[in-house]
C-alpha cells in the first residue's frame, strides 16, 4: 500500500497580515476609557463646609449628590466634614465626583 505523501498547508501570509491589520484598527478605534486629564484629585484641609458646598485651599467645590467616603470605602455623611480636616475632592472634567474624608490625627 502506497500514499500519497501528505501535504501541510502552511498559514497563508496574508491572513496574518490581515489579523494584524484588524488589531490595529481595533486599538486605533476604539474608544479612550478615560483620560488622565480629564482627572484630579485636589487634597485639602476643609476649610468651610455649609450645605453641598466646602471650601478647601481657598475654592469652593460643590459636592451635592456625590459619596463621602472614609479611605477604606465606607460611606460617611456629609455632617461628617468639618473644618479642620483633611480630604481628597475626585474631580472629572471640574466637578467632585467623591470625597473622601481621612480621619484625625493627632500631632
Known sequence: MCSAPVEKSS?????????????????????????PADYTVIEGIVERV????????????DFGGVHVLSPSGKALYATDLKPGEKVNLLMK?????????YPSMLE
Open 11 to 35: 498559514p497563508a501570509p496574508l491572513s496574518g497580515f490581515l489579523t494584524g491589520i484588524f488589531l490595529l484598527i481595533l486599538l486605533a478605534g476604539s474608544p479612550q476609557a478615560a483620560r
Open 50 to 61: 455649609s450645605g453641598s458646598f466646602i471650601t478647601v485651599r481657598d475654592r469652593i467645590y
Open 93 to 101: 472634567n471640574g466637578k467632585v465626583t467623591a470625597v473622601v474624608l
